[in-house]
């Protein structure tokens, strides 16, 4: 039987002088799901010698070119703070099959580690989110437009925010109502340190394409329409504040309140290269005792959102076809032929670096040997006051 012999785990890091290579002339065209796409080269002199270094590791080649044209893209948010809140990985083949490698980006560099395997992304999700146990909501589907959507996930933050300062205050019970300034608040508390405690962070680190922008612009348009569908109630504010009104959940979003509060949140987006195009599928998600919220944000730019509740029986199907193998199958040839172009890119990179010319080198002179010191036909050591060599007689 043939065996494969298993890739030793590797982990390296790359400036981004050193990604800076690649966007040189004449640059490498990077695809649609490339972190590269989305990373401005520095100032800085490239460092093409750097990329060199990595495509000597093993394995270190098919990273990089993975890096440079990835099939598919996965990304995933936890709101957990034993765990890193954020997660890339990248694979060559569009339906996720062979090596996966976990992408991570800072300020000054990007970290490439692996290989990892599809499974091993969904066993890791699986085994947090603990399905097994949790109960079965009420199944509801709910259609919401995108100003709905970014209002109830805002509803929702501010609802957990208050039902927490309830708790550390010691009252009963749950929070009867909002506040116009409660959710102007949350938006910009969640949209402006991008904590994955909020609904409204993840959501907006999955589709940040799709920020709505400053919560004043769309928020009353937004309200009117979560009331035309009957999930809450806005009265006038108080006579010395009358433009924050106050926001009265229905029963039905105050139950959905309820069941998100303290639950665990976590968001999953799937990024798929089809040919010209990119198929995304993108869904929020909230963890409970009491079952499973999935919020469906795939066609979001379209102006559609669309709410799940459901058991584990339902959530756990959805998010294995997420994370599953995709529909288009893996083109052997494209990884061999992106392989060979950045090779080539890094080898004309380093030889067009001029070569910097050294200095000759200066020997030191040997110390002068006093007159007479040593004989210049047999070497022998003579007396310096001597005019004949005392070994073989020759005139000095």
Known sequence: ??????????????????????????????????PLAR?????????????????????GGNALATLLEPGLLLTLV????????????????????????????????????????LRAVAAALSDWLALGGVGTLAPVRLDLNAHQCWALLTVADAWQGL??????????GAPLALTRADLELTWTQASSTRRTGYAVARALLLTPDQDPGPIKDWLLVALDALERADLLVQLPGAPDQPDDSVLLPTDGLATLCAALAGARGFGLLRAEAQDSSVQLACVLGWRSPGGIALLDLSALANDHAELFLCGPETAGPLLDHLL?????????????????????????????VPAIASAPTRHAAPAATPAGRYCSQCGAEVKAAARFCGSCGARL
């Open 1 to 34: 039987m043939h065996t494969t012999k298993a890739s030793t785990p590797m982990h390296f890091s790359l400036s981004l002088t050193a990604l800076k290579t690649l966007a040189e002339a004449p640059a490498l065209n990077c695809g649609a799901l490339s």
């Open 39 to 59: 990373i401005a080269p520095p100032p800085d002199t490239a460092d093409p010698a750097a990329l060199r270094e990595a495509l000597q590791q093993q394995d």
């Open 78 to 117: 936890l709101d957990d703070p034993d765990a890193p809140a954020l997660g890339s990985w990248i694979f060559a083949s569009a339906d996720g099959s062979g090596q996966g490698w976990r992408v991570e980006v800072d300020a000054d560099a990007l970290g490439l580690g692996g290989p990892v395997a």
């Open 163 to 172: 039902q927490s300062l309830r708790l550390g205050l010691r009252l009963p």
């Open 324 to 352: 599953g193998p995709g529909a288009v199958p893996a083109d052997p040839g494209r990884l061999g032929a992106r392989l060979a172009e950045l090779q080539a890119k890094v080898d004309a990179s380093i030889a067009a």
